[in-house]
């Protein structure tokens, strides 16, 4: 069984930066892919960026490629989305999954969820 609890959302101006973490419990979190999905009011859950169990691979969607950065710290049971270069369409609730099966675009293919986690961005 795995938790997981995001915190970091905020209200920030377009181009501001926020880091978003996702703390996670259970013995074997390490081994796990995460990653980052976000939903907007009225939209489907969408994928951001994915990090394998060891850090080393990464993914991200077109939309956020080049402004956010995931990453891991496996010692402190973290998972991080570093989001610079803020845009107005960068708002929704985000959301952090853990242990896919399958392709790791999915949100159906994720066991473990947070609650998630609000960003807003003004303009």
């Known amino acids: 069984q795995v938790q997981l609890v995001e915190s970091g959302g905020g209200l920030v101006q377009a181009g501001d930066s926020l880091r978003l973490s996702c703390a996670a419990s259970?013995?074997?979190?390490?081994?796990?892919?995460m990653a980052w999905f976000r939903q907007a009011p009225g939209k489907e859950r969408e994928f951001i960026a994915t990090?394998?169990?060891?850090?080393?691979?990464?993914y991200y969607a077109d939309s956020v490629k080049g402004r956010f950065t995931i990453s891991r710290d496996n010692a402190k049971n973290t998972l991080y989305l570093q989001m610079n270069s803020l845009k107005p369409e960068d708002t929704a609730v985000y959301y952090c999954?853990?242990?896919?099966?399958?392709?790791?675009?999915?949100?159906?293919?994720?066991?473990?969820w947070g609650q998630g986690t609000q960003v807003t961005v003004s303009s």
């Open positions: 259970g013995r074997t979190w390490s081994t796990y892919r």
């Open positions: 999954a853990a242990r896919n099966t399958g392709s790791y675009y999915f949100p159906t293919n994720y066991l473990y």
């Open positions: 990090i394998s169990g060891s850090g080393g691979s990464t």
